[in-house]
């Protein structure tokens, strides 16, 4: 067997294990930076396919995300939406990274060229049920009175954490669960300042946290009730 004909094998043959697991087909590979797999596990596991209310996605990068979060919602409630917000401007996160470079520098490397909204575009064409915000997420009015679920991976400053939970959190449902990004420390460490905003965020509503973990890469898990 040819290497060419071995490789296609492969990725064939684990294209049909994530269809069996996950119930679709993955995206391209690059697609994802950030393993959402680990998100719809948990959404699995506390049932937020039954909690009442929409899906917020901020900061969708190249749409690998975004495409799983349809996929699975369309499958297990597909009454349920998915806003997809982000500014599509990769040079507009300037916060630091550990390597002490700047996010936007980092995304400027990962798409080495390419634009990211035809990136995206590309990825999510097939989800019928996202809606795409095109904007800056301080400047968002959610659409939906209600959340099940909302990812927080927009601008990594301290203001803008602050303000994404600030924009979702009151929206979701009781039993609905926000998750946050490059947070962590140890082996997973995530970003000083985002590590910081997020213990003031839970400071300011650990009566309304009903639990909280982390999991994956760098992801904290705030849940309602």
Known sequence: MSIRKALGLRTHLRTAQYRRKWGFDPPPPWADISGYETLLDELERHGISRVEGDIVEIGVFRGGGTYKLSKYFERVAPDKRVYAIDV??????????????????????????QDQRESYDEVTRSCTNVTTIASDSA??????????YAHID????????????????????????????????????????????????????????????????????????
């Open 88 to 113: 599509f401007d990769p040079s507009f996160d300037q916060s630091p990274t550990l390597d002490g470079n700047t996010m936007a520098e980092g995304y400027a490397a990962v798409l080495n060229g």
């Open 139 to 148: 400047k968002v009015t959610l659409p939906t009175q209600k959340l099940a």
């Open 154 to 225: 927009g601008n990594h400053e301290p203001a803008y954490v602050h303000s994404d939970f600030k924009l979702v959190w009151p929206a979701v449902s009781n039993g609905g669960i926000v998750s946050i990004d490059d947070y962590g420390s140890g082996d997973e460490a995530g970003l000083d300042h985002v590590n910081h905003a997020v213990h003031e965020v839970i400071g300011e509503h650990a009566s309304e946290i009903a639990e909280l973990w982390t999991d994956g890469f760098r992801t904290i898990f705030l849940k309602k009730g």
